[in-house]
């Protein structure tokens, strides 16, 4: 089939980013994004590209070539699903929060929903990509809520016909438009031979033809799950080693590189840090366990849960080492907080470890003052909500300095490259004695931090 009209339902950071790189590399293909929240989709369309809903470097210069030519950004779900050939559903799918599966499954109401519009105003025939993370067999609810819609009697329906694929997507925020441009691999999963080259054959104008790898539909689905749960359990195992390391003098970036040098173990996610954020580990991995519950496997569901686990053990062993290096209470003292977004080069403060150690640090009792160069106060507003902590006990500032000013400690908490060149001999004399910095993303130059006349704690770092 020759794919000549996109729709994408869902305008978000998958959305987006993945529908404007398909446009750059196909000018010849039209493709409308669609999304039911006005503002994002105002926002898509702004002349001001700073308005963008979505930060990701490298963006802004394909909307500007596309938008308004192959590239559209709507309201209008029912009419761009009429036209469309192919139609991605790219929409949200949190974990639940209330009846069977909560706090562990997705909630599929959004999908269902998609579904359900495009089983409604598709004509013709139509392939229906999915590309949010879904849990596996959830195609088979798609092909479901499609198939009903064929048994219609009207005579617009009459000759409506649907294939359904799998092509998940791996793109990491902060490194998106390159993660799209080269992918590691780009995974179809159905069973239609037709329907996948069709997938396949658009893919190929920038994908070299051994990286598109495809799988029966179950397999991709589930592929995606598992890519996550390994990378996140990757985070939480070297950070098992980093507390190791502080117990025993060892050194965890030493160790990271002396395991990282295996072939078999590779070098890449061996940060140890102050635990994973960002919006799909956790949600993916309890979503994983959610599965292998209902498939009667509670060894399988243990062990991934554990990796959720860990990284909440972490987040508060940190804290509790703050607390422990302050004597013990944090009553009234003033302590800084470096970064609050999940990763460095991202606006995105979703699950974060910066919102747990405040919280904990808060609960002690201790005055906080946060900086971040792209977080705003409002997003932290919502993340430290005021009906559990009061407002008048943390600040968001706009420079290190005076972030730092009158505080016992410094807190570390994302890699910003802006943290690595601080003048901690300018910084030290604004501090409360006997000062205490707490790095633990391992960005400050120890050296500089000691001779400065400060303590130092660095994660997994029992050299100190
Ligand atoms: P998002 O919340 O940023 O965007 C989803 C959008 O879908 C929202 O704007 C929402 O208004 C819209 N939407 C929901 N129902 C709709 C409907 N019926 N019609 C039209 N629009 C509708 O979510 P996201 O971060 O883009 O994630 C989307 C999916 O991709 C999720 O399943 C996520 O797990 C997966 N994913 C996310 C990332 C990431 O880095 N954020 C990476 C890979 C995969
Ligand atoms: C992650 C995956 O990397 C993507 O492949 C996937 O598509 C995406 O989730 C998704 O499904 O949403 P993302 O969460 O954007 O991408 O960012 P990562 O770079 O994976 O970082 C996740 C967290 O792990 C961050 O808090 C980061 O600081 C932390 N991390 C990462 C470490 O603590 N150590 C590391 O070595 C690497």
Not at 25 to 31: N, T
Not at 51 to 68: D, F, N, Q, S, T
Not at 224 to 229: D, E, P, Q, V
Not at 332 to 347: Q, R, S, V, W
Request: charged share 25%; glycine share 6%.
């Amino acid at each position: 089939m020759d794919i000549r009209n996109i729709c994408c339902i869902g305008g978000g950071y998958v959305g987006g980013p993945t529908m404007a790189v398909m446009a750059l590399k196909c000018p010849d293909i039209q493709i409308n994004v669609v999304d039911i929240n006005k503002e994002r989709i105002n926002n898509w369309n702004d002349k001001d590209l700073s308005k963008l809903p979505v930060y990701e470097p490298g963006l802004a210069e394909i909307i500007m070539k596309c938008r308004g030519k192959n590239l559209h950004f709507s309201t209008k779900v029912r009419e761009m699903i009429e036209i469309a050939d192919m139609i991605f559903i790219s929409v949200n799918t949190p974990t639940k929060t209330k009846g069977i599966g909560a706090g562990k499954a997705s909630d599929l109401k959004w999908v269902e929903n998609s579904a359900r519009e495009v089983a409604t105003f598709s004509k013709g025939h139509s392939i229906v990509v999915e590309k949010s993370t879904l849990p596996v067999r959830t195609a088979e609810v798609i092909q479901s809520i499609l198939n009903s819609s064929q048994n219609q009697t009207k005579p617009d329906y009459e000759n409506k016909s649907f294939d359904v694929l799998s092509n998940p997507e791996f793109l990491a925020e902060g490194t998106a438009i390159d993660d799209l441009l080269n992918p590691d691999r780009v995974l179809i999963g159905g069973d239609n031979p037709e329907a996948i080259k069709s997938l396949r054959n658009i893919y190929k104008r920038w994908v070299p033809d051994r990286k598109i790898l495809e799988t029966n539909i179950w397999s991709s689905e589930l592929a995606k799950l598992t890519a996550n749960a390994f990378l996140a359990q990757r985070i939480s195992s070297i950070n098992t080693i980093a507390a190791l390391c502080e117990s025993t003098g060892a050194d965890v970036r030493e160790v990271s590189r002396a395991i990282g040098k295996d072939s078999r173990i590779g070098s890449k996610f061996l940060d140890s840090g102050p635990g994973f954020g960002g919006s799909c580990f956790k949600k993916d991995i309890l979503n994983l366990v959610y599965l292998a519950e209902y498939f009667g496997l509670p060894e399988v569901a243990n062990f991934w849960n554990n990796v959720v686990s860990i990284n909440y053990w972490h987040q508060h062993r940190i804290s509790k080492i703050i607390i422990k290096k302050l004597f013990g209470s944090l009553s009234g003292k003033k302590i800084g907080i470096l970064g609050f977004a999940f990763k460095a080069n991202t606006n995105d403060t979703r699950e974060s470890s910066a919102i747990q150690i405040c919280k904990d640090l808060l609960e002690e009792g201790a005055l906080l003052t946060i900086h971040d160069p792209k977080v705003e106060k409002n997003k932290i507003s919502k993340d430290l909500p005021e009906e559990s902590f009061d407002p008048n006990t943390w600040d968001v500032l706009d420079s290190v300095e005076k972030t730092l000013k009158n505080t016992h400690a410094a807190v570390l908490l994302t890699e910003w490259s802006d943290y690595s060149n601080l003048d901690w001999d300018n910084l030290a004399k604004k501090m409360v004695k006997p000062a205490w910095i707490f790095d633990a993303r391992s960005i400050v130059d120890k050296t500089k931090v000691l001779d400065a006349g400060l303590n130092l704690w660095r994660i997994g770092d029992g050299s100190i």
